[in-house]
């Protein structure tokens, strides 16, 4: 089956760096997309990669690692609005990872 | 603003009872997806519709149906319902590909 872990939660700092992984399982890897949640809020496209490497958009860059069947995102320049739920989640296969709450403190 | 359209914001209803969500996708969108979240959980992908057709299905309740009708908008059907379906249920669009998605702001379920 299919398959997404990631941190329940993490807590940084503001202006920190931060750092949120995803391992995956699937048969059949297509892409791995990272979406970001606001409390109740609709769930926002981040960013997406199908090939190994760094996508840079802005403050947010996502990783990948398709021999390691990993990707992370990393945020920058922690603001006090980046705190929110992240998800990663499989193309294709349409699964979302449980979500990692991120708590940005002053 | 995502594009996507969802009605109702809120609904509040009583086991047993039979309830419809409606959504409609983005403007040149032919894929409609349906995902539910409950209390601090995350997004349970329940089935996807392209061009009127089912693509893709998830683990929906045989209670659930949905359909996409000829002009895209999709509702999603909830019958026989059970305090266990409370929860934040959201629609997607996108163009072909799913690698990003377009999210309604969800139909908030209350079952009493």
């Known amino acids: 089956g299919q398959s997404l872990e990631q941190p329940s939660e993490v807590t940084a700092v503001e202006g920190a760096i931060v750092q949120i992984n995803c391992t995956y399982q699937t048969s059949g890897f297509y892409g791995l997309s990272w979406y970001q949640q606001h409390d109740g809020g609709a769930p926002t496209f981040l960013s997406y990669n199908a090939l190994d490497g760094l996508e840079e958009t802005g403050r947010f860059s996502s990783f990948l690692s398709r021999s390691d069947s990993y990707g992370y995102l990393l945020l920058q320049e922690l603001q006090m609005k980046d705190s929110a739920s992240y998800f990663c989640?499989?193309?294709?296969?349409?699964?979302f990872g449980q979500g990692t709450e991120l708590s940005v403190k002053p | 603003d995502s594009g996507v359209t969802q009605t109702p914001k809120h609904l509040i209803t009583a086991t047993g009872q039979r309830v419809t969500l409606r959504c409609s996708p983005r403007?040149?969108?032919?894929?409609v997806y349906w995902y539910q979240q409950s209390l601090d959980q995350g997004l349970q992908f329940l089935i996807q519709?392209?061009?009127?057709?089912?693509?893709a299905k998830g683990n929906i309740l045989e209670r659930f149906s949905a359909q996409q009708f000829p002009d895209l908008h999709s509702e999603l059907n909830l019958s026989s319902l059970e305090l266990g379906d409370s929860a934040l249920y959201f629609c997607?669009?996108?163009?072909?590909?799913?690698?990003?998605?377009?999210f309604g702001s969800g139909t908030q379920l209350s079952v009493l």
């Open positions: 519709y392209y061009n009127g057709e089912e693509r």
């Open positions: 997607a669009s996108s163009v072909d590909g799913n690698e990003k998605l377009f």
């Open positions: 989640a499989l193309r294709g296969k349409l699964i």
């Open positions: 403007s040149g969108d032919l894929s």
